[in-house]
């Protein structure tokens, strides 16, 4: 049984920040957005829009709000842990119960959306149509934002040592994550180290993820200067550092922003979560309002099943007009730019399906009546139920990077990417994933436990 987005509204604790809700959801719709903006699809193939027309790159600066949704992360982790670890038994580990009680409404629709894809996949590469130009395309694309998911796997494994480390030394943490990352692009761009960027995967994001704990705290007074230093360090790094003008990955560039993150994308990132908290007290106001907080609700219900199939939604529109016979004008034409809204209008009410089908797997289950049954930690204790669950997250983690990686083309003929220094098959990734959850959901009691953020 899962409780309702009225009652769960009704049941808000009165010192919840609703701010951190709202802009949960709306830097995952602004995602979504973008990406239905930015498809480029034609009869031969799949583009970006920022590519084709590149005087557009500039938008990415007010649509990659990605940082956001990660620093909201961070709040939330340094809230939860914090709860959990007054109020846990000290025979659990609280580490392992961290874990499964943040991932359970993260892994859920996940692993079913890449289930339920792995076997569309298989049936119609099985069939003999699996290497179309656009059906090949949409096969390599569509689990492309699941890197999202990784990142954010890899900041919730993370939360217990860096919460430590800010609790320490507060901005200090910040900076020297920040200033790692600065180094890291020193040596990849100044002296052509090898495979030294990649560090920034992980010190980019978890600054980012820092910024949450430091908003927790409330040791975000100045939120106007973190804005001003961020868009000025930005502006500076683009204009006269090696790093290119969009915010987001170009097909085809020498130095992505994004893949692995750099400097500059920490910079904007600074902007953004400045920015974001200059309006956080008429927002707070706003949100007040019995009948905006519903929606906020209600959204925040169902903002990661929304995620993981709007490209889904998105492709199925492209294909309704090819199988229509519609025309698919040249991308960024006037008449490509007339179908817009028709187009989003279209993959909105498509992922509304997909939502209502899918929904059930992200719901939150309401609240049990009286406490559950004690239940005994994996064998071993506190110690055995954490290692357990550190490697559950760890193959969670990287089974889903694989697959963003890897895509779901080729798994018959065992087509594979290279996750760090290995090479990956999608079937690999899959089982990876699948394996971890498992871990992770083993390592801890099964008790209903509920955490805030």
């Not at 860096?162 to 890291?184: D, I, N, P, T």
């Not at 500059?264 to 908290?277: C, D, E, S």
Request: charge should be positive; glycine fraction near 12%; aromatic fraction near 8%.
């Amino acid at each position: 049984m899962t409780a309702s987005a009225r009652d769960l509204a009704l049941a808000t604790p009165p010192g919840r920040d609703r701010y951190v809700d709202l802009l949960r959801v709306a830097s995952l719709g602004t995602v979504i957005g973008g990406h239905w903006l930015m498809a480029a699809v034609s009869g031969d193939g799949i583009g970006n829009l920022l590519a084709l027309v590149p005087g557009l790159q500039v938008l990415t600066w007010g649509l990659q709000v990605m940082p956001v949704f990660f620093f909201v992360g961070g709040f939330s982790h340094a809230l939860s842990y914090r709860s959990l670890a007054r109020r846990s038994d000290p025979a659990a580990s609280v580490y392992a119960t961290f874990l499964r009680a943040r991932l359970r409404r993260l892994l859920r629709p996940t692993l079913v959306f890449v289930l339920v894809w792995a076997a569309a996949a298989l049936a119609v590469q099985l069939a003999g149509h699996g290497g179309g130009r656009l059906t090949g395309a949409a096969l390599r694309m569509v689990t492309q934002p699941l890197w999202f998911i990784g990142i954010y796997l890899a900041m919730v494994a993370f939360t217990p040592p860096l919460l430590k480390l800010h609790e320490r030394h507060g901005w200090a943490g910040f900076a020297a994550l920040a200033g790692s990352a600065a180094l890291v692009d020193v040596l990849r761009f100044a002296f052509g180290v090898p495979y030294v960027e990649f560090l920034n995967f992980a010190l980019v994001w978890l600054a980012v993820h820092q910024l949450g704990f430091l908003r927790a705290d409330g040791r975000i007074r100045r939120p106007a200067l973190l804005a001003a230093a961020g868009l000025a360090g930005a502006v500076l790094l683009v204009a006269y550092g090696p790093y290119p003008l969009s915010m987001v990955g170009m097909p085809g560039e020498k130095v992505s922003n994004m893949a692995p993150p750099t400097l500059a994308l920490l910079a904007h990132a600074m902007w953004l979560v400045g920015a974001v908290q200059l309006l956080a007290r008429p927002a707070a106001v706003w949100l007040e309002r019995p009948r905006v907080w519903r929606g906020v609700v209600a959204a925040n219900g169902v903002a990661m099943t929304a995620f993981l199939w709007h490209l889904t939604a998105m492709l199925g529109v492209y294909g309704a007009q090819l199988a229509l016979g519609v025309d698919l004008p040249a991308p960024a034409g006037a008449a490509w730019w007339a179908q817009v809204p028709v187009r989003i209008l279209a993959a909105s009410a498509l992922t509304a399906g997909f939502v209502a089908l899918f929904r059930r797997f992200e719901a939150a289950p309401a609240a049990p009546a009286a406490p559950a049954e004690p239940h005994t930690p994996a064998a071993g204790g506190a110690g055995v139920g954490g290692l357990v669950a550190a490697l559950g997250i760890t193959l969670c983690l990287l089974g889903i990077l694989g697959l963003s990686m890897t895509g779901l083309g080729g798994l018959l003929d065992g087509h594979s990417a290279t996750l760090i220094a290995f090479p990956v098959t999608a079937p690999v990734a899959i089982g990876m994933a699948l394996a971890g959850a498992l871990l992770v959901e083993r390592s801890a009691p099964a008790r209903s436990v509920r955490l805030g953020g």
